[in-house]
């Protein structure tokens, strides 16, 4: 039964810096795309990234790009997201999730991703 548990949520500043991270058991990690997507007050569920089976191509929601940075350790069934320069319109609960679909590396939807974590909560405060 696959698995998903983020951590590193938290509380920062304008400007500040977060890792995320996922641990994934149950399934063969490394042969799956992994996403991270966010929840934020609107309830709307805004696409984050998404990183390839062996880390060599992932994609970016405009909204992040050049402030955040998608990552995996396949040895350690990890994935992360480092995020800078964070901004209070970043604040949501962020969920990894397991690609289903290979069309995710070129079109970050939630339709391709099954087996969402349960979220941890990032607030930025200004």
């Known amino acids: 039964q696959p698995q998903l548990v983020e951590s590193g949520g938290g509380s920062v500043q304008t400007g500040g810096s977060l890792r995320l991270s996922c641990k994934a058991s149950?399934?063969?990690?490394?042969?799956?795309?992994m996403g991270w997507f966010r929840r934020g007050p609107g309830n709307e569920r805004e696409g984050v990234a998404v990183?390839?089976?062996?880390?060599?191509?992932?994609t970016y929601g405009d909204s992040v790009k050049g402030r955040f940075t998608i990552s995996r350790d396949n040895s350690a069934n990890m994935v992360y997201l480092q995020m800078n320069s964070l901004k209070p319109e970043d604040a949501a609960v962020y969920y990894c999730?397991?690609?289903?679909?290979?069309?995710?590396?070129?079109?970050?939807?939630?339709?391709?991703?099954?087996?969402w974590g349960q979220g941890t909560q990032v607030t930025v405060s200004s």
């Open positions: 999730g397991r690609a289903t679909r290979a069309y995710v590396l070129q079109h970050l939807s939630a339709d391709g991703f099954a087996d």
């Open positions: 990183i390839s089976p062996r880390g060599d191509g992932s």
């Open positions: 149950g399934f063969r990690f490394y042969s799956y795309s």
